[in-house]
Antibody, heavy 124, light 107 residues
């Protein structure tokens, strides 16, 4: 059974930093791209970014709203991905979900499994 | 960026009704569109991918269709567990984008 478990959410002050983690199990983690998707309170879903697999050099893509401040990384030996969040703004407050991407083709470039989410609050 | 416009934003329907939600992209996305269901306090769940393929385990009352300028999600006969918010997502190009959501409530 595929499982994704996020952790690390917290209350942080504007301008602060935070690191989220997502631990995966139940499948061959190293084969898959992974995404972060967020949802501000009472709002819709917003794609944050993606990290590709080793075969694609662990390259990343980001939404314009987070580029330069949020960084995705992964450790295949730990079956985990991370979201380093720097220079946090109030508009970054959201539930952050990690998701598994079905496969590396564009036709398979959707999220087939989601974690339960971790809450990030940004306030002074 | 590709914008996805869902309609309606809010839908009130009764058990057993047939409902259709529409998603219109601002430019062509081939068939690279997925649909998700989200219940309050829960993570989204994949229903449909590549416009019309039903995810394993999803009831057959859900179906997707369309290509190019308009896509639809249809629920053939509403069940109590179907009352939720539905999102479309394009996975044709970066940045990946979602529609604004359609909230489906019991009439």
């Amino acid at each position: 059974e595929v499982q994704l478990v996020e952790s690390g959410g917290a209350l942080v002050q504007p301008g602060g930093s935070l690191r989220l983690s997502c631990a995966a199990s139940g499948y061959t983690f190293s084969d898959h791209y992974m995404d972060w998707v967020r949802q501000a309170p009472g709002k819709g879903l917003e794609w944050v970014g993606r990290i590709r697999n080793k075969a694609n050099s662990y390259t990343t893509e980001y939404a314009a709203s987070v580029k330069g401040r949020l960084t995705i990384s992964r450790d295949d030996s730990k079956n985990s991905i991370y979201l380093q969040m720097n220079s946090l703004k109030t508009e970054d407050a959201a539930v952050y979900y990690c998701t598994r991407v079905r496969d590396s083709s564009w036709s398979g470039s959707y999220s087939d499994y989601w974690g339960q989410g971790t809450l990030v609050a940004v306030s002074s | 960026d590709i914008q996805l416009t869902q309609s309606p934003s809010f839908l009130s329907a009764s058990l057993g009704d047939r409902v259709t939600i529409t998603c219109r992209p601002s430019q062509g996305i081939s068939s690279y569109l997925s649909w998700y269901q989200q219940k309050p306090g829960k993570a989204p769940k994949l229903l449909i991918y590549t416009a019309s393929t039903l995810q394993s385990g999803v009831p057959s009352r859900f179906s997707g269709s369309g290509s190019g300028a308009e896509f639809t999600l249809t629920i053939s006969s509403l069940q109590p567990e179907d009352f939720a918010t539905y999102y479309c997502q394009q996975h044709y190009t970066y940045p990946i984008t979602f529609g604004q959501g359609t909230r489906l409530e019991i009439k």
